[in-house]
């Protein structure tokens, strides 16, 4: 005898696929409802519901990519401040001085850096804003990769990936017009690249076309989670750290 998912896989996986992610994402709202019914205290409510992100995501994401939260560090001793979500290499990079939980995360390591907020409204998508331009604007150096034939050149720079993801969105219209008004006065190093609302939908600015993306409602969480997988694959590997000049700040 089948069982219920293997018959509907069966005869139409598609809908399967919508009923299983979308189950999902109903865990991670009743997860976030019953941090907000039952913790009294905001701060340790968002370090809770930071948990709750940081555990999907990194569910979803190869062992290649470790995320976490922390203070992102460049070569000359300047810090971001505290960051929610960092989506960092961990393969050839070590944190900092790492203590209970406190890590210092190099900024040539960084991947994509995420916000978490209890909704998206006008005053958080400036704060996520600033959160990421405190992380974007700091130095990364990029070294030659040496191999068995010379030295491979220095990698590029990629953008960092920066956004926002919450429990609910503020806006009657959801990303409708309004959200797009706000979100379009966040530019240069402020730029929000994509975004969460777990009751309320999804949004990204990934598609080389220009223009946002918008995910369905009932999957918001599962799209959200597979846009971003693509556009960390798109970006490769992040780029050889200059240790030296990590080193060189040492020397009095």
Not at 3 to 12: R, T
Not at 103 to 122: D, G, M
Not at 155 to 184: C, H, M, Q
Request: some cysteine.
């Amino acid at each position: 005898m089948s069982s219920v998912a293997k018959a509907l896989s069966e005869s139409d996986g598609k809908e399967f696929l919508k009923q299983s992610f979308s189950m999902q994402q109903t865990v991670l709202k009743s997860q976030l409802d019953l941090s907000a019914a039952t913790i009294t205290h905001n701060g340790v409510m968002g370090d809770v519901n930071e948990q709750h992100f940081i555990d999907i995501i990194r569910r979803y994401l190869p062992d290649r990519y470790a995320v976490d939260t922390g203070i992102v560090i460049d070569a000359l001793g300047k810090t971001s401040d505290q960051i929610d979500v960092i989506i960092y290499d961990n393969q050839y990079t070590p944190t900092l001085l790492d203590q209970q939980g406190h890590r210092f995360i190099p900024a040539e390591s960084v991947y994509a850096v995420l916000e978490v907020k209890p909704k998206i409204n006008k005053g958080y998508l400036e704060y996520a804003g600033e959160k990421a331009k405190s992380v974007r604007e700091l130095q990364r150096t990029s070294v030659g990769i040496p191999h068995a034939g010379g030295v491979y050149p220095p990698k590029p720079l990629f953008d960092i990936v920066a956004g926002i993801v919450a429990t609910d969105i503020e806006w009657s219209d959801g990303f409708g017009g309004t959200f797009e008004r706000n979100y379009a006065e966040l530019t240069d190093l402020n730029k929000l690249d994509c975004g969460l609302a777990v009751s309320g939908g999804c949004f990204d600015a990934f598609s080389t076309e220009g223009g946002l993306n918008y995910g369905p409602t009932d999957n918001s969480l599962i799209y959200f989670l597979f846009r971003l997988l693509q556009k960390l694959q798109s970006l490769g590997t992040v780029s050889a750290i200059d240790w030296n000049a990590y080193a060189e700040q040492l020397i009095t």
